[in-house]
């Protein structure tokens, strides 16, 4: 009996440090965004005529950013390359390229909605990889907004004169 609980205690100890090493997590990798290079500051919200930046956190040496996705409110993607193994990497809006490997600027891309941004690490030395991912929205200047408005309520005010004339 004592044998058969030997045995069970080495085996469930065996099996807790294989488990615990299969399962052990890898250091925290965080991408945030921000408004300008070398910026720490988290900005979830961006103006129309601001190019959004995301700052890419790796907590140790060893590990590097492989790429980042940049979805659009109507779900077109964009990617960034890079290798850095910076701790810090900071990549912009101007830094993508569209699916056919076209160099894209911000001004060319940018939709008024929430966009979603996906990046990947990778420790060469372990093969570990992992996801991160941050999202922001883009806003409409409020001129912009206000004199769209203007213009909606013109139209509808011109519409009511004409159908009350009849």
């Not at 720490?40 to 590097?64: C, K, N, Q, T």
């Amino acid at each position: 009996m004592k044998k058969k609980i030997i045995s069970l205690g080495i085996v469930l100890v065996s099996l807790f440090m294989i488990t615990g090493s299969a399962f052990a997590s890898a250091p925290s990798f965080s991408i945030y965004s921000t408004d300008a290079d070398g910026s720490y500051a988290d900005v979830d919200e961006f103006g129309w005529d601001v190019v959004p930046w995301i700052r890419m956190y790796l907590p140790e040496a060893g590990w590097s950013v492989t790429g980042s996705f940049w979805k659009t409110p109507s779900e077109t993607y964009y990617f960034a390359e890079t290798s850095s193994t910076e701790q810090n990497r900071w990549m912009s809006g101007n830094d993508l390229t569209d699916q056919k490997g076209n160099s894209v600027s911000w001004t060319d891309i940018q939709e008024v909605g929430t966009w979603n941004v996906n990046a990947t690490y990778l420790n060469a030395s372990t093969g570990a990889t992992g996801p991160a991912s941050a999202s922001f929205t883009v806003t409409p200047e409020p001129i912009s907004a206000i004199l769209f408005g203007l213009g909606g309520l013109s139209i509808a005010a011109i519409r009511r004169r004409k159908f009350n004339s009849k």
